[in-house]
């Protein structure tokens, strides 16, 4: 899931930039409102967290702008404003959630996991398929629960596919929600990250192949359950 923080404020930035990654999200910063359409323009988020005390545009307008081309893309406002008000306008223009400075971090991670589960309809945070558990609040995955040790790249990776499973997902869309917006297309970071996910993930189901590669077009996930009594 790629998130874009937007916040002028460079500690506040990076804290959030810090935060979010370790949770597993993959993260982009924009320092003004003029930036932070930039990048919306040209990158696919899964959400947006911004602040609405902003250089050049300010964040209700950058909101705005949004919902003016994209009625689905989830933003969080993060605003020291605390009056009602600010508040009122901000969820009247379109926000999805609001959450005033000062904050505790798992409470914004919390919103943010909660407004993704929206984007994808889910009810619950776990996603069962076959004999896989998919635990979106852990980030963790267990066959039959038995835990697969999976890096925070490789559990991304599952997720989203687990999320997407009725369709097949390109290799490029794939990137574009799990890596910061600075990798490089061509760098075989993204081979070898699939490639140590479904060997892990074979050896937890006697080599059965779960991730399938259809070639030139991308990959999907296949249901596994273990018919042994
Ligand atoms: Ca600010």
């Not at 949770?23 to 990158?43: K, M, T």
Request: one cysteine or more.
């Amino acid at each position: 899931m790629k998130i874009l923080v937007v916040e002028d404020e460079m500690s506040m930035q990076r804290a959030l930039y810090n935060g979010l990654k370790k949770y597993g999200y993959a993260v982009d910063s924009a320092n003004d409102g003029e930036q932070a359409l930039e990048f919306i323009e040209i990158n696919s988020y899964d959400a947006i967290v911004l602040d609405l005390n902003l250089p050049k545009i300010d964040g209700i307008d950058v909101l705005k702008a949004i919902r003016r081309t994209d009625k689905e893309l989830r933003v969080l406002i993060l605003s020291a404003r605390t009056e009602v008000e600010d508040k009122i306008t901000g969820l009247d223009t379109g926000a999805n959630d609001y959450l005033s400075k000062p904050f505790h971090f798992k409470e914004l991670e919390a919103r943010i996991r909660a407004l993704l589960r929206r984007e994808f309809a889910q009810r619950d945070t776990v996603l069962a398929f076959g004999d896989f558990k998919v635990d979106t609040a852990q980030k963790c995955v267990k066959v039959k629960d038995q835990e697969v040790d999976l890096t925070k790249k490789e559990y991304a990776i599952l997720e989203y596919l687990f999320i997407n499973k009725d369709r097949i997902v390109s290799a490029e869309e794939l990137i574009e929600h799990i890596w910061d917006s600075e990798i490089d297309m061509f760098s075989n970071s993204f081979k070898v990250h699939i490639n140590s996910l479904r060997k892990k993930l074979a050896e937890h189901v006697g080599g059965k192949e779960i991730i399938k590669n259809t070639r030139g077009v991308g990959y999907s996930v296949k249901e596994y359950t273990d018919e042994r009594v």
